[in-house]
């Protein structure tokens, strides 16, 4: 374990208001404190009360943001963890959105990239957040992954889900499934996947799996996009006209990469357990499998950010925010910031 004075210091989102997000950031970073600082960001009010009603032992610092922008982060032992306030418009009613409360969600963002680029804080973790609500508060927005892009200055990032599948099982493996496209109507997808646009999203997987997750020679293994991989182009050609193509062009590079692969087969632990990562080419195809195998455990982390960024493998759960605290699994928000530590230990060590 590590020492309390070289605990790295993470920043959480709590998310939207209305849904688990406060909860889970609460009792993850209650429950990790002894290895890391979290700091939140929230509505202090709201925050502190939710604490109190989870555990009222949960102690609370404040931290203001004009200190930070003065003099960085300071050292906080394990005792607390902290809290920067972030106001929301209204009052929080759980299980009901409320637009008024939308900017100030993204405004724990822009906070969150702010320190992270200021060295306050290592790495961010972000709780869910109601993507419909931003955008009923007039601020056109389709992610997170999306966001920190723009944010950032980031002409390209990666969306990767990781997990474990089940332990009790015997042929327990880690899985990583990264996308082609993010948040696109699926009438979309098509057109966004280019011979250039995907070999930069191959080289992000290759380049931040070496750099942020230790792996030598990362293994990647492609989906086509259509079914049975286009079938030799009689079930479609965007296999033949530019998965194959970038791929080759990937593998010229030096990369590892293999397919296109007939997506409904390939997720099989006789291929995977030879890979490092699947790269599926839209949200549908490959998320449902990995959330399928690894639900509670997984991760979503954003790669080619100029910052390590993960999140859980969940969104906001409305149903269980309304039926009151102590409903909702923050297995996912523990797994996101232990892997947002492994990352920060990583990048340090590539960066020797
Ligand atoms: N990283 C993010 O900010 C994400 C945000 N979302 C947002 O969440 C909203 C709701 O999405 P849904 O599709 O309804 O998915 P959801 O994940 O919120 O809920 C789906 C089901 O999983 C259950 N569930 C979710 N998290 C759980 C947890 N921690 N413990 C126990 N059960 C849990 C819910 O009760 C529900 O039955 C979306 O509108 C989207 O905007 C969705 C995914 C990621
Ligand atoms: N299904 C994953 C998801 O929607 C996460 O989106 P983001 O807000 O992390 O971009």
Same mark, same amino acid.
């Given at each position: 374990?590590?020492?309390?004075?070289?605990?790295?210091?993470?920043?959480?989102?709590?998310?939207?208001?209305?849904? /688990?997000?406060?909860?889970?950031?609460?009792?993850?970073?209650?429950?990790?404190?002894?290895?890391?600082?979290?700091?939140l960001?929230?509505?202090?009010?709201?925050?502190?009360?939710t604490?109190?009603?989870?555990?009222?032992?949960?102690?609370?610092?404040?931290?203001?943001?004009?200190?930070?922008?003065?003099?960085?982060?300071?050292?906080? &032992?394990?005792?607390?963890?902290?809290?920067?306030?972030?106001?929301?418009?209204? =009052?929080?009613?759980?299980? +009901?959105?409320d637009?008024a409360?939308?900017?100030? +969600?993204?405004?724990?963002?822009?906070?969150?990239?702010?320190?992270?680029?200021?060295?306050?804080?290592?790495?961010?973790?972000?709780?869910?957040?109601q993507?419909?609500?931003?955008?009923?508060?007039?601020?056109?927005?389709?992610?997170?992954?999306?966001?920190?892009?723009?944010?950032?200055?980031?002409?390209?990032?990666?969306?990767?889900?990781?997990?474990?599948?089940?332990?009790?099982?015997?042929?327990?493996?880690?899985?990583?499934?990264?996308?082609?496209?993010? =948040?696109?109507?699926?009438?979309?997808?098509?057109?966004?996947?280019?011979r250039?646009?995907?070999?930069? +999203?191959?080289? /992000?997987?290759? =380049?931040?799996?070496?750099?942020?997750?230790?792996?030598?020679?990362?293994?990647?293994?492609?989906?086509?996009?259509?079914?049975?991989?286009?079938?030799?182009?009689?079930? &479609?050609?965007?296999?033949?006209?530019? /998965?194959?193509?970038?791929?080759?062009?990937?593998?010229?590079?030096?990369?590892?990469?293999?397919?296109?692969?007939?997506?409904?087969?390939?997720?099989?632990?006789?291929?995977?357990?030879?890979?490092?990562?699947?790269?599926?080419?839209? =949200?549908?195809?490959?998320?449902p499998?990995?959330?399928?195998a690894?639900?509670?455990?997984?991760?979503?982390?954003?790669?080619?950010?100029p910052?390590?960024?993960?999140?859980?493998?969940h969104?906001?759960a409305?149903?269980?925010?309304?039926a009151?605290?102590?409903?909702?699994d923050?297995?996912?928000?523990?797994?996101a910031i232990?892997?947002?530590?492994?990352?920060?230990?990583?990048?340090?060590?590539?960066?020797?």
């Amino acid at each position: 374990m590590r020492q309390a004075s070289t605990r790295p210091a993470i920043a959480i989102t709590t998310g939207e208001p209305a849904g /688990i997000g406060p909860e889970i950031s609460i009792r993850a970073a209650w429950a990790m404190r002894a290895q890391v600082n979290c700091v939140l960001l929230g509505d202090a009010a709201f925050l502190a009360l939710t604490a109190s009603l989870i555990d009222p032992d949960i102690k609370l610092a404040a931290l203001s943001v004009q200190a930070l922008r003065n003099g960085g982060l300071p050292q906080f &032992g394990p005792a607390r963890i902290c809290v920067i306030d972030v106001p929301l418009g209204a =009052h929080v009613v759980p299980g +009901v959105l409320d637009p008024a409360n939308g900017r100030a +969600v993204l405004a724990t963002l822009d906070l969150a990239v702010e320190g992270a680029r200021a060295g306050w804080f290592d790495a961010m973790v972000t709780a869910p957040l109601q993507k419909s609500t931003i955008n009923d508060a007039g601020v056109a927005f389709s992610g997170h992954t999306e966001y920190l892009a723009e944010q950032t200055g980031t002409a390209q990032v990666v969306m990767m889900l990781a997990g474990e599948t089940a332990p009790d099982t015997p042929d327990n493996y880690a899985l990583r499934v990264a996308l082609a496209t993010t =948040h696109l109507p699926l009438k979309d997808v098509s057109a966004a996947i280019t011979r250039a646009g995907l070999g930069r +999203v191959i080289d /992000i997987i290759d =380049h931040d799996l070496k750099t942020k997750f230790g792996m030598a020679a990362p293994r990647i293994l492609v989906t086509g996009l259509n079914p049975h991989a286009g079938e030799n182009g009689y079930l &479609g050609r965007e296999e033949i006209d530019t /998965i194959t193509p970038a791929l080759e062009a990937a593998r010229a590079r030096g990369i590892d990469a293999r397919g296109p692969y007939p997506a409904d087969t390939l997720f099989q632990p006789k291929y995977l357990l030879d890979a490092d990562c699947v790269l599926a080419m839209y =949200h549908d195809q490959g998320l449902p499998v990995l959330k399928y195998a690894t639900f509670g455990r997984g991760v979503n982390i954003t790669l080619g950010l100029p910052l390590i960024r993960t999140s859980v493998d969940h969104g906001t759960a409305l149903d269980l925010a309304g039926a009151g605290l102590g409903q909702a699994d923050c297995g996912s928000m523990e797994q996101a910031i232990r892997t947002a530590l492994q990352m920060v230990d990583a990048q340090r060590a590539s960066q020797l």
